[in-house]
Nanobody, 121 residues
Framework: QVRLVESGGGLVQPGGSLKLSCTAS????????MGWYRQAPGNHREFIAAAITGESIMYTDAVKGRFTISRDNGKNTVYLQMNSLKPEDTAVYYC???????????????WGQGTQVTVSS
C-alpha cells in the first residue's frame, strides 16, 4: 500500500500565495519522480511541475516564474510554492509519484486525492 496525501490548498486572493505539500508513505523503497498536476472543471488534468531524482526540474509555461517545486527526499515529500496566483490557477491540484515499491507486484505510480486551490477576490 502506497499513499500520497496533499495538503495546503485553500482560498486565496489574486496575487497571493499558497504552499502545497504532498507526502508519500507506505511500501516505498525510493521515489524517482514527484510532480504536480491540476484540473479545473471541464478541463483535462494538466502537468504543472515535476522534480526527478538526478535530473532537471520541469515546469509548464503557465507557471514558470511563479511556482516553485521542491522535494524533501528524507520525508518523501514534495512541495509546490505558488506565488502571484491568478484566478485561472483555480483547480484541484494533484500530487503524483513514480516510485520503486517494496514488492514487484505493486504499481509504480500513484496519485494523491487532490487539494482544492481557489483564487478569488
Amino acid at each position: 500500500q502506497v499513499r500520497l496525501v496533499e495538503s495546503g490548498g485553500g482560498l486565496v486572493q489574486p496575487g497571493g500565495s499558497l504552499k502545497l505539500s504532498c507526502t508519500a508513505s507506505g511500501s516505498i523503497v525510493s521515489i524517482n519522480r514527484m510532480g504536480w498536476y491540476r484540473q479545473a472543471p471541464g478541463n483535462h488534468r494538466e502537468f504543472i511541475a515535476a522534480a526527478i531524482t538526478g535530473e532537471s526540474i520541469m515546469y509548464t509555461d503557465a507557471v514558470k516564474g511563479r511556482f516553485t517545486i521542491s522535494r524533501d527526499n528524507g520525508k518523501n515529500t514534495v512541495y509546490l510554492q505558488m506565488n502571484s496566483l491568478k484566478p485561472e490557477d483555480t483547480a484541484v491540484y494533484y500530487c503524483h509519484a513514480f516510485l520503486r515499491p517494496t514488492h514487484s507486484s505493486m504499481n509504480n505510480n500513484y496519485w494523491g486525492q487532490g487539494t482544492q486551490v481557489t483564487v478569488s477576490s
